[in-house]
């Protein structure tokens, strides 16, 4: 505890996201998905729940909007004054954007939610006080608190289901915020396993629970530095850049043809999660 | 113009009138005692119940992450900075007709900051942890977040507050003298013996008194702008429509001036009945306080406007369709009362004859309040309900019967604190009052003297 010790913390952890002075070396995990392909099955969420231990609070207080979805697919409806059920859902699942610049880092009074080196946005549950400032501030609203004690609370896992919980995940208490890791334990394990071998992560070797599930393959994960990776490829062939607040080809004249974009990019938040567009009917 | 104060008041009887009140108030205090002593308890039992069982039993959720905890801090908060201005400010500018009543004035600033605090506290999900907040030596080595707006507020605050309570007490210590030489023996005679520092009104200790009292002073009034602007900041520093406005710190700073000079006058007209105080808290002071509130309560009108305008004209579709979603949507009725209660019923005070009408001015003060309160509400809430993603919206969120008992029981405990330090310290300022009808008298006198052709 000394001064010293708080500005070198300062120069690990709090850099202006994206900037020159500390660019990712090995990884930037991120994710694209294809609206496209979605067809909102919600494999991707039930993925979730199970992989990250995630409280089934029932339907009460799910009425209440205290459920702990950390991924959640928003139903969304074209305004063409069709009725149900030709009326046009489109899909899109939404989780912590994992942003470079993100807001939520620098409004927590304890420090509890910072930027990793391979660009995820963590979450120190033994840090959170629980003011939750950091989902007042966070434009997506991605981020869940534990209104209740959940891990004590009799229904969120009945006793046929303790099974199938996950001990590479910790169970979080009552009044910590949590929110979407991009399965930080699957990460982890992965840069465990080829750090052991003397190599990277390679490409597809790791994936996250909701892509893993998703059946008509829309989300795809890697690491954005390797230029090889798929996601990569994906994000440089959509012309979509991770430090831009706003992407050139959408610049140019009359737009792009091109599929790709973030998210509230004009916030400056630099989201880590590129969306493809859904290529509408009135578009072919 | 009538007088402030008789000019013939003896100083025996100053002493007198004031030590009375620590000793026989109207049968009413006590009920006022008892009354507030109730509204804390069911405050402390929603906090007990919502300890024990989660947040979620304030019916708060995402994305209403923050609801009266907060409304009602800043209300508490902002309450507090009249007392400095009464104090602090209009010290340095010499306006004597604030002697009698700005003891009183602290001490509320004092109480409602400790009553904010409260809201920091029950607010946190992890109330037990709060200490991760503040920078403490600890064998971790971690420190707590100084981005933080929230963090700064927490500094602000305490500076503020532990200011407020020296400037409170320096001010206090030659009517603790005179307490201590004129109260029968017991532990209060202890106690003020004790808090008086052997105070003999020496020429040496008036002198050091002085200008200990005036270097505090001097100090306290950066500090009360700038707490509350720091407030602000909690809100003008984050991204989302309707909080990221940059007049939001004057603005803040008007509304707390504004609110705190309405609780003055509640207060006042409270005391003045309670510890029989008509001789000191006299209808030209109240009429000189209603003034200034009026004052304040157009400044902060026209802050208002100014941030409506600014969303208005500024483009930003966001930020705009909060403000019409609070103008037509499920807030509609708070926000309309809070326009009419703060910049309406105001106008009452304009008029002469009602400046000086204490049932009038006591409802007007009140329901000046509600409207700052209401004000603080609509600046937390309907943001959330109509923020930036649309996944988010049109979810009206009613604040649980455990938010609304905690707010109600706030008010308990700030009349518990409050009505509790009148009765053990001298509320009204004795040697202050003299000094006032010292230098009254003395202009009398010179006058008199002119008139005769003397010098």
């Known amino acids: 505890m000394s ?224 230029p090889e990776s798929k996601v990569a490829k994906q994000w440089a062939h959509q012309q979509v850049e991770l430090a831009r607040e706003g992407q050139a080809k959408d610049e140019q004249e009359g737009g792009s043809k091109l599929r790709g974009y973030r998210i509230f990019e004009e916030l400056r938040a630099y989201p880590s999660v590129m969306y493809l567009e859904r290529v509408r009917e009135s578009a072919i | ?173 030659p009517d603790l003298a005179i307490a201590r030489d004129n109260i029968h023996s017991g532990w209060r005679k202890k106690l003020y013996t004790l808090l008086a520092l052997g105070w003999e009104g020496t020429d040496r200790q008036w002198r050091n008194f002085r200008v200990t009292y005036l270097t505090v002073a001097c100090f306290l009034i950066p500090l009360a702008v700038s707490v509350h602007s720091i407030v602000a900041s909690d809100f003008a520093m984050s991204q989302q429509p309707g909080w990221h406005v940059t007049s939001f710190p004057p603005y803040f700073v008007a509304g707390a001036l504004y609110s705190g000079c309405a609780a003055i006058i509640t207060l006042f007209i409270i005391l003045r009945y309670v510890f029989k105080f008509e001789e000191y808290m006299t209808m030209p002071i109240l009429r000189k306080v209603v003034r200034l509130t009026f004052a304040i309560a157009m400044v902060w009108t026209y802050l208002n406007l100014i941030e409506y305008a600014s969303v208005w004209y500024s483009h930003d579709e966001a930020a705009k369709a909060v403000l019409i979603q609070k103008a037509t949507g499920p807030y509609a009725p708070f926000w309309w009362m809070m326009n009419f209660c703060g910049s309406v019923v105001p106008l009452l005070m304009m008029v002469k004859r009602f400046q000086t009408n204490i049932p009038m001015m006591f409802a007007v003060s009140l329901l000046l309040n509600l409207g700052m309160w209401l004000e603080r509400w609509m600046i937390v809430s309907p943001t959330f309900s109509h923020g930036y993603y649309p996944w988010t919206w049109d979810h009206f969120q009613w604040p649980s019967l455990v938010q609304w008992g905690m707010v109600f029981g706030s008010f308990g405990w700030f009349t518990l604190l409050f009505m509790v330090f009148c009765k053990v310290f001298p509320s009204v300022s004795m040697y202050e009052v003299k000094e006032m009808v010292y230098h009254r008298s003395l202009a009398l006198k010179n006058n008199e003297l002119a008139e005769k052709g003397a010098h």
């Open chain 1, 3 to 226: 001064v010293s010790n708080m500005l070198e913390n300062w120069k690990n952890f709090r850099h202006m996201h994206p900037v020159d002075d500390a660019p990712h070396a090995e990884y930037k995990w991120a994710m694209s998905i294809d609206l496209d392909a979605c067809t909102g099955c919600n494999a991707c969420t039930v993925a979730c729940y199970a992989e990250n231990n995630l409280p089934v609070v029932g339907k009460d207080k799910f009425n209440a909007g205290q459920q702990m979805h950390w991924m959640r697919i928003e139903r969304y409806w074209d305004e063409d004054k069709r009725d149900f059920p030709d009326q046009g859902a489109q899909f899109l699942p939404m989780m912590c954007q994992h942003c470079e610049a993100a807001p939520c880092e620098t409004v927590c009074p304890a420090g509890a939610t910072n930027h990793t080196a391979d660009g995820l946005n963590s979450q120190v549950y033994n840090r959170c006080i629980g003011s939750r400032y950091c989902s007042a501030n966070c434009p997506f609203k991605v981020r869940y608190f534990n209104w209740y004690d959940y891990p004590t609370t009799d229904n969120v896992w009945p006793a046929e289901m303790t099974e199938q919980l996950n001990p590479d995940v910790t169970v979080r208490g009552k009044g910590v915020m949590e929110k979407c890791t991009f399965c930080v334990q699957r990460l982890e394990r992965a840069k465990n396993n080829a750090r052991t071998e003397g190599r990277l992560v390679k490409d597809g070797e790791v994936q996250t629970a909701c892509q893993q599930a998703c059946p008509t393959n829309a989300i795809s994960f890697g690491n954005l530095v390797e």
């Open chain 2, 1 to 173: 113009m009538e007088k402030d104060i008789r000019e013939d008041i003896a100083w025996a009887k100053i002493n007198g009138d004031v030590l009375k009140s620590l000793e026989t108030p109207r049968p009413l205090y006590w009920v006022i005692l008892l009354v507030a002593l109730a509204m804390f308890g069911v405050g402390l039992g929603c906090e007990i119940y919502q300890y024990n069982i989660g947040m979620g039993v304030a019916n708060l959720n995402n994305p209403h992450v923050w609801g009266l905890y907060i409304a009602t801090f800043i209300f508490w908060i902002g309450m507090s900075h009249s007392g400095t201005l009464l104090s602090a400010i209009l010290h340095l500018m010499h306006a004597d007709w604030r002697k009698p009543i700005y003891r009183f004035a602290e001490a509320m600033t004092t109480f409602s900051l400790m009553t904010a605090g409260l809201f920091v506290m029950v607010h946190l999900g992890r109330l037990w942890q709060f200490y991760y907040a503040v920078p403490y030596p600890n064998e971790r080595w971690t420190w707590p977040n100084f981005q933080s707006p929230l963090l700064w507020d927490a500094m602000a605050i305490f500076t503020y507050l532990s200011s407020s309570v020296i400037f409170l007490y320096v001010g206090m210590i």
